[in-house]
Every structure is written in structure tokens, then in C-alpha cells.
């Protein structure tokens, strides 16, 4: 019988606060707590926006605000998740050693360069003119930290970040490679990133609504996730990952194609690795972005790969926002730990049907038990990322 990896612990820091519990209370009761930023909380970038738009801002106490987001800051959240994982999973010293690290981001450490370009007289040339020493400085620090004798690999493939890291170290497990992973999904607000996808015109105007008639982009959000991989169950519950899939859609350097080719394409790569076929899917936690592009996308391709049997669809988004590359271990915890609660989330924003799309997702929580299900991640520039997890004690 194959090897499977288990989800075996697990934490996160996002806008609705950093106890799971709490977390999923707040999804049950689609409680949201979205901020607005603009012009008045950028007086050191040289562009301001005269107007303000949503944000999903890490909120932990009342110190946190966007002008405190320094090296100190930036670790001590990182930090944080990973030690509250581990401590979930419960490892030992000897376990903890033999870990290897999985990182996942989009921005890495981007908000530490740009929150320390804040505090000096620094010309903004010279913040770019700076070196990170090379993507692994975090990954190392985990390392160093929480004394890690293992190997560190680091992944920024856009929104499909953290998905890939987590698709690749459960591969090394189920290969035999390694026993065990700490994965983490890290984004932070960061200039850089809203300034580019407000250029793009993609940032929504008040609200999140994907997959509605009425959509009009996305809303960012701040995130930092871990979870612990092993080659065996800790809990009973514990989820188990069944296979999975990455593609990349060479379509366009920025978008997907919109018959959804390569998104079903990855889908059912990600069924076949997994042994199962689409009528085993209980339901699918979308990536649904609210943009125009990729709603349409997703939607097409669901539609190729299940026919007219699409399973319950949720969109997680619109309860801590687009994480961007966080969002493939944070909407895996954030839907893993609702389903452990007993429910599929609700989408929260959705009112309006799209009668190009013609699909209506869960607009209440959904009672659910034991199950297959499926979470799709995809990436700006057409990266392609599936998952497919269980929560079935025996193995499929």
C-alpha cells in the first residue's frame, strides 16, 4: 500500500486572530474583519492613494499596525506559527531535529526590506539596491531557531506558493525521502504587492464576491501558516493526503485560459495520483478569486472535470482575504480545522448568480462528516496547483 503524509499539526495567524478555534467559530458565524487602507497609511512610500481599499490586516493586538511591520515583527509571527504547530503535533526534541523545512511565499521577506526602508532616510533605490542573501534567509531562520537538523527547500510560484510546497513534501514522504515536514505558507502586507495589484486593477472597491454576478476583484490579507507532515496519523481525524497535481497553463505570461484546459487538466492529474475519480470528491474548496478571469476559469474547468455532478463548492477568501502565495496552507487549515468542527464553510459575499459561470457555491455552512475532498490553488502567470485530502480513517 502507498505511503501517506498526515496533517498531524497545524496553526496560523491570519485577520480573524491566531487560536483555530477562534478562527472557526468566526468562520461558522461568518463573522469578518476587514480594514480599509490608503493614502494616510503610506506618508513614506512616494505613491498615495487618494482613496481607500479593503484589507485583510493581521490584527493580534492593538500595537499591530502597518507601520510596526519590521524584521522583529515579520519573525516573531513566523515564529510563532511554527512553534504553536509543533506543539500541536506534539514532537519530541528528537523529532523536531529530523524535520525538514518546506517554505512557501510570494513577497519572502519583502515586508522587512520595505519596513525598514520606512524607519530611515533611505532613497527608495537604495531599498532595492539591498540583498535578502537569497529566498532561503527564512527558512534558514526557522532553522536556526528552532534547532532543525534538516534540509530547507523554498517555493514562490505565486498563489500556488505554499500548495507546492506542501504537494512536494508530501511527495518526499510518501517516497520515503523523509519522515517528516514543517510547511509553511507567509505572506505579509507589503507595497509592492498591493501597489502591483491595484495597478492591475484587480483590488475590489468594498467587498469580496466570488464567483456573484457582481464581482469586481479581489481583497488581499495577510496570513502565516504551518503544518506538520508525517508518514503516519497522530490523531484519529488527523487528514491524510491522497495525491495531488501542479501544471503550469502556458496560455499567457499572466492569465489562464478560459475554457479551463489546463486547470481540469490539473484537477485530473490530481484524482488519478489520489487513486479516485471525481464522483469521490464530497466537495471543493475553490480558489475563487473574484476576478473576471479567474472565476470564469475555475468554473469552466470544474464543469469539464465533474460534468453536470459538480460537488459543494465553498470559497474561503472572503473570511481572511487572498493571502497570495500563504494561501495554500492557510485555506487548508482554515477548511480542514472547519471540517474537523463539523461543517463546509459558507462564501460569504456571494448574492447574485452569474448566469455565464452558473454555479451558485455554498451560501450557508453545510453539516459533514468523514470525506474526500478537493482544494484547488491557482497561481498568476498560470501556475496550477490541486490537492486532494481525507479525513477517512482507512486509507483509499
Known amino acids: 500500500m502507498k505511503r501517506r503524509a498526515f496533517v498531524t499539526g497545524k496553526a496560523m ?15 461558522r458565524h ?4 476587514l480594514d480599509h487602507i490608503g493614502g494616510t497609511d503610506f506618508k513614506s512610500v512616494p505613491i498615495a492613494l487618494p482613496y481607500t481599499r479593503p484589507y485583510y490586516l493581521i490584527n493580534r493586538n492593538e500595537n499591530d499596525r502597518l507601520n510596526n511591520r519590521s524584521a522583529e515583527y515579520f519573525y516573531a509571527v513566523l515564529f510563532s ?80 506558493s505554499s500548495a507546492n510546497a506542501l504537494l512536494y513534501a508530501a511527495a518526499m514522504i510518501s517516497e520515503g525521502h523523509i519522515e517528516r515536514a514543517i510547511v509553511v505558507g507567509y505572506d505579509l502586507f507589503n507595497n509592492l504587492g498591493f501597489y502591483g495589484f491595484e495597478a492591475l486593477k484587480s483590488i475590489a472597491a468594498s467587498e469580496y464576491r466570488p464567483f456573484d454576478r457582481r464581482r469586481d476583484g479581489l481583497i488581499l490579507g495577510e496570513a502565516c501558516g504551518a503544518v506538520v507532515l508525517e508518514g503516519r496519523r497522530r490523531k484519529a481525524g488527523d487528514f491524510m493526503h491522497l495525491g495531488g497535481a501542479n501544471l503550469c497553463d502556458t496560455y499567457s505570461v499572466t492569465s489562464h485560459d478560459e475554457e479551463g484546459s489546463a486547470v481540469a487538466e490539473t484537477m485530473n492529474r490530481a484524482l488519478h495520483q489520489a487513486g479516485i475519480g471525481p464522483e ?18 475555475e468554473c469552466a474547468a470544474m464543469r469539464a ?25 492557510n485555506e ?7 471540517v474537523k468542527a463539523g461543517f463546509i464553510p459558507s462564501t460569504p459575499g456571494f448574492g447574485e448568480v452569474d448566469e455565464n459561470l452558473n454555479l451558485i457555491p455554498l451560501t ?33
Open 81 to 160: 506559527a511554527v512553534s504553536r504547530a509543533l506543539l500541536d503535533a506534539g514532537l519530541n526534541r528528537a523529532e523536531i531535529e529530523d524535520m525538514h523545512i518546506f517554505f512557501g511565499s510570494t513577497s519572502m521577506d519583502v515586508p522587512v526590506f520595505e519596513g525598514n526602508h520606512c524607519k530611515t532616510a533611505a532613497t527608495v533605490s537604495g531599498m532595492f539596491l539591498q540583498s535578502s542573501f537569497g529566498y532561503g534567509k527564512i527558512a534558514g531562520a526557522i532553522v536556526e531557531r528552532f534547532g532543525i537538523a534538516g534540509n530547507c527547500y523554498s517555493f514562490t510560484t505565486a498563489c500556488t
Open 305 to 329: 472535470t465533474f460534468g453536470s455532478h459538480i460537488p459543494p463548492v465553498t470559497c474561503v477568501k472572503p473570511f481572511i482575504g487572498h493571502t497570495v502565495g500563504a494561501c495554500g496552507v
Open 13 to 27: 495567524t491570519c485577520s480573524l486572530g491566531d487560536s483555530l478555534e477562534g478562527v472557526v467559530d468566526a468562520v
Open 364 to 396: 450557508e455552512n453545510r453539516e459533514v462528516g468523514e470525506g474526500i475532498f478537493m482544494l484547488n490553488y491557482f497561481g498568476f502567470g498560470g501556475n496550477c496547483t490541486t490537492l486532494i485530502l481525507s479525513n477517512k480513517d482507512n486509507n483509499v
Open 332 to 338: 487548508l487549515i482554515l477548511f480542514t480545522e472547519s
Open 30 to 33: 461568518k463573522r469578518i474583519r
Open 280 to 297: 469521490d470528491i464530497c466537495a471543493v474548496k475553490a480558489h475563487a478569486t473574484g476576478t473576471e478571469n479567474n472565476d470564469r476559469t
